[in-house]
């Protein structure tokens, strides 16, 4: 929020929003003459996000089931677009990063979140390696869409360049996943991630255990006395202006 910088009266598209609540940090900024547009491309997300506006009582937003490869506005219809960790689960990014171009002003401003190298996401990884590990899936293709298909920042640079934009900003910003226990981080990523889900569901009761035996070896070291994990991450955050026409 503070790369974007919203000012009030703005108009602000939210584009993969999940339940929405950064973009409703912007809607407080951007006050009653502003208006905060949450979108995802499930509607059941965007039903999530409703309810969680009333939740907070959000009352500047308006709730749109989006595509970010095909953006149901005109052109130059918003100040501001925010899209965190949903870009490069698109399967076009660039065309993606195009229909924001489009959408914004001249001079609007993109922020954008993913995540950086698997590597630095051990939180993420650990369950996919494991399973890779043990034959029960494929190594992923890494231009398929996923969490770290644009970790590298030179080509999301690139990328954000050939769309039209300006690069102001592409920093490294560290997090940290806190749980009380190996327990709670299995329940937390097997509801974050389809691909464990189904592979729970295929697998045989011994296989999850080698499976989740595994994913904890590699989270071991982030394991306290007390049983409750912290586990770095790395993301990195990108602003950019739209260039003018
Ligand atoms: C990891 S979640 C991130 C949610 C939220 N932005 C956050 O940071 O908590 C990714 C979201 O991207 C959405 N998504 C995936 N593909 C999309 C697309 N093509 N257009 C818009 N949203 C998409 C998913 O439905 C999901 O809600």
Excluded: H
């Excluded at 229909?99 to 993420?124: C, F, H, K, T, Y």
């Excluded at 298909?149 to 940290?176: H, K, M, S, W």
Aim: aromatic share 4%; charged share 25%; glycine share 8%.
């Amino acid at each position: 929020m503070t790369l974007l910088a919203p000012v009030p009266g703005e108009t602000v598209l939210e584009l993969a929003a999940g339940p929405g609540d950064t973009g409703f940090l912007a809607a407080a900024v951007l006050g009653s003459a502003g208006l905060l547009l949450s979108s995802d491309v499930a509607p059941e997300m965007v039903d999530a996000a409703r309810r969680r506006a009333d939740e907070l009582g959000v009352e500047n937003v308006e709730f749109r089931v989006e595509d970010a490869s095909a953006i149901d506005l005109p052109d130059d219809a918003v100040d501001g677009v925010i899209c965190r960790f949903g870009i490069m689960l698109v399967p076009d990014p660039e065309r993606a990063l195009s229909e924001i171009a489009r959408v914004l002003r001249p001079q609007g401003r993109a922020v954008l979140a993913v995540w950086a190298s698997s590597d630095a996401n051990d939180w993420m990884t650990a369950a996919g390696r494991s399973a890779v590990e043990l034959g029960f899936i494929e190594p992923p293709d890494p231009r398929a869409p996923g969490p770290f298909r644009l970790a590298d920042p030179d080509e999301l640079r690139q990328l954000v360049i050939g769309a039209g934009f300006r690069v102001e900003t592409l920093e490294d910003v560290g997090v940290l996943w806190r749980v009380p226990s190996l327990d709670q981080w299995w329940a937390t990523t097997r509801d974050l991630s389809q691909m464990l889900t189904t592979l729970v569901e295929r697998l045989a009761t011994e296989d999850v255990k080698a499976l989740r035996d595994g994913a904890e070896r590699r989270l071991a070291k982030y394991v306290a006395a007390d049983e409750s994990l912290e586990v770095p991450g790395l993301a990195r955050a990108l602003l950019a202006v739209r260039a003018p026409s």
